[in-house]
Nanobody, 124 residues
Framework: VQLQASGGGLVHPGGSLRLSCAAS????????VGWFRQAPGEERNFVAA????????YYADSVKGRFTISRDYTKNTVYLQMNSPKPEDTAVYYC??????????????????WGQGTQVIVSS
C-alpha cells in the first residue's frame, strides 16, 4: 500500500484548504495515520493523527481548533481540513502510516510509510 498526499496549494490567511491522503493498492493497514509538516530549514513536525480503526485523534497545539483530521473508509482516504491557516503553517505536508502497534503518535519515528508530500503556502 502506497500513500499519496494531495490538495496543497496557495491559500490566503483565514481561508481554507483540504489535504487528502489516499491509500493506493489497498486500505490503510496501519493503526494510525498522521500528518506531519516540514518548513524550509526546519525539522519535520507533527500536525495531527487519527486512528484508522476505532477512536483516537491527536493534534499539535499549534493547529488545535483550526485543523481537523478525518477519515473516509469508503475512499480509503484521510483528510486534513485546514481552516484559518496562518503564514506559519506554510510547509510541505506529509501523510504517514504508523509502523507497529505501540508507539508515540506525535513521533515521526513511529511511522514507516510516507507519502510524497504536498506543498502548502499561506500568503496574502
Amino acid at each position: 500500500v502506497q500513500l499519496q498526499a494531495s490538495g496543497g496549494g496557495l491559500v490566503h490567511p483565514g481561508g481554507s484548504l483540504r489535504l487528502s491522503c489516499a491509500a493506493s493498492g489497498g486500505t490503510f493497514n496501519t493503526r494510525f495515520v498522521g500528518w506531519f509538516r516540514q518548513a524550509p530549514g526546519e525539522e519535520r513536525n507533527f500536525v495531527a493523527a487519527i486512528a484508522w480503526r476505532g477512536g483516537g485523534i491527536y493534534y499539535a497545539d499549534s493547529v488545535k481548533g483550526r485543523f481537523t483530521i478525518s477519515r473516509d473508509y469508503t475512499k480509503n482516504t484521510v483528510y486534513l481540513q485546514m481552516n484559518s491557516p496562518k503564514p506559519e503553517d506554510t510547509a510541505v505536508y506529509y501523510c504517514a502510516g504508523s509502523n507497529g502497534i505501540v508507539g508515540v503518535v506525535r513521533d515521526s519515528t513511529y511511522y514507516g510509510s510516507w507519502g510524497q508530500g504536498t506543498q502548502v503556502i499561506v500568503s496574502s
